[in-house]
């Protein structure tokens, strides 16, 4: 897939040697491993600021509305720009846009040490706004960033390759979050009180504390800032466009760029609001504690890093299809063996060993994912129709069923949900030649979705007294980008 740049030459300052890309590769790599680490974070901060502020449902999905409410107006502010003033990432250059979303991230993260101290919601929530505006430069800056880093053919596969380490962080992030949150910081820091003036307790009957969460973002903070000083004194590539940076809102004439925001917009508001209610869910659907629920809802975030690293291999460059799919397969099984292997550490230390037989199923799932990379034949478009209608197929599933069947289907969608953002992304960028920028700030705006889809599904759950049939709001979601992987991202004629 072809993604031309404002730099269709890949003209670079100084060294353009293969070296030089790949250490460029693996720093940018490591801020989508911090980034989708502290996004699905939230996923275990929704159902311990739930109990502690006594939410329900719509309350507490205002955490993803705030979080992903501030990328749709940093983006929002980030276009303006662009269009009076000429775009800003072209002037100040990646690095500087990614030194600047570090140190407003670090910021955000100190934040919570107070929030939690006072007991204070709105804090909270003003935090994560501050935090998802450090993240809005940090993803236009980014994204756009891998695609320039090699050939234009396997942008995609870089991409998915980065949101990979992304959905490493992602599927971490609740075992270790939830860990710290639900048991070892309960078991050291002063116990929270609610209203009556009574501890707040897990399931499992254990105290929360504050601890659960100022430590862990403190420590958030002191990364971002390393990550600032690593990038400030690397040398990365400069990319040096040799059109001239026009103001206005060009990149707005090409449709598929405009369909694919649309795109954006349901796919992150699906994806986010099914791991948003995950927990919830499965204490509702079958019992399981916030101890147990976490660990699924690593293999429902660990699918998507499975995924990710399959569409890179999948995506690149390769000269024979068996050894293509050999590597597939042998990546699978070892990331699926990973994922178990951190969940199992875990869960021994937390005293509750989480059996091999819990996740066997997720070997369907695999399956049925490789057999759609082979009818995807490494095309963008095809692969993401596939894995969407493969996701309304389980998410129907899943709200005829109960119980674990149920259950299960949701963990699944993860596992498709993977390649979605990346190709989505390569898909809606392609051929926007000196407009990339701009289109890359309009996807990211687009983030939007993560805000207002949980909310509504939260909204719905409520009024349907469980979560369980609201799953019909991320089934419309899918179906659109099913339309997308098959005729929306087809390049049109555009007015001159």
Not at 48 to 68: C, N
Not at 73 to 92: A, L, Q, T
Not at 227 to 253: D, R, Y
Request: proline residues 4%.
């Amino acid at each position: 897939m072809a993604v031309p740049s404002p730099i269709s030459t890949a003209a670079i300052a100084g060294d353009d040697s293969a070296r030089n890309y790949r250490t460029a590769f693996i720093v940018i790599t490591t801020l989508f491993f911090m980034w989708g680490f502290i996004t699905v974070l939230n996923d275990i901060l929704i159902p311990f600021l739930k109990k502690i502020f006594e939410l329900d449902r719509f309350q507490s999905m205002f955490v993803q509305f705030t979080f992903f409410g501030a990328y749709f107006i940093g983006s929002v502010i980030y276009f303006v720009i662009s269009v009076v003033w000429g775009d800003p990432m072209s002037k100040i250059g990646y690095k500087n846009g990614l030194l600047l979303g570090l140190i407003i991230s670090a910021l955000a993260c100190v934040g919570f040490y107070p929030a939690a101290a006072i007991k204070e919601y709105g804090l909270f929530l003003a935090m994560l706004f501050v935090l998802g505006i450090g993240f809005t430069l940090l993803q236009i800056a980014a994204n756009p960033y891998v695609a320039l880093l090699g050939k234009p053919e396997t942008a995609s596969s870089r991409l998915n390759l980065s949101q990979a380490f992304n959905s490493f962080g992602t599927t971490i992030a609740p075992i270790i979050g939830g860990f710290l949150v639900f048991h070892f910081f309960a078991k050291i820091g002063t116990p929270l009180l609610n209203k009556a003036g009574l501890p707040v307790l897990t399931d499992t009957g254990l105290p929360m504390t504050a601890l659960g969460v100022q430590l862990p973002y403190l420590a958030f903070a002191g990364v971002f800032i390393l990550l600032a000083v690593l990038i400030k004194f690397t040398h990365l590539p400069q990319f040096i466009s040799h059109e001239q940076v026009e103001k206005g809102m060009g990149a707005l004439k090409y449709p598929h760029l405009v369909l694919g925001m649309i795109a954006i917009f349901v796919y992150v508001g699906a994806e986010v609001s099914i791991g948003s209610l995950f927990i919830n869910y499965a204490r509702e659907l079958v019992g399981y504690p916030e101890i147990k629920s976490k660990s699924f809802l690593a293999f429902y975030w660990g699918g998507a890093m499975i995924g990710r690293f399959l569409g890179a291999i999948s995506l690149g460059e390769n000269k024979s299809k068996t050894s293509m799919y050999i590597k597939m397969l042998v990546t699978a099984l070892a990331a699926y063996l990973l994922i178990y292997g951190i969940v199992y550490f875990e869960s021994v230390k937390s005293g509750n060993p989480f059996a091999f037989g819990n996740v066997t199923p997720f070997i369907l799932f695999l399956v049925l994912q490789y057999i759609g990379f082979i009818i995807g034949k490494s095309r963008a478009g095809r692969t993401l129709l596939v894995f969407s209608i493969i996701v309304v197929a389980l998410l129907v599933t899943t709200m005829v069923t109960s119980g674990e069947v149920a259950l299960w289907m949701v963990i699944g969608v993860g596992l498709f949900n993977s390649i979605m953002w990346s190709n989505i992304f390569t898909l809606a960028i392609d051929d926007l030649g000196q407009h990339t920028s701009q289109g890359s700030s309009l996807l990211v705006m687009m983030i939007l979705g993560g805000a207002l889809v949980p909310l509504v599904q939260g909204k719905v759950a409520d009024v349907m007294h469980g979560y369980h049939l609201s799953f019909f709001i991320p089934v419309v979601c899918y179906c659109y980008l099913a339309y997308y992987g098959w005729k929306g991202h087809v390049h049109k004629k555009i007015a001159a």
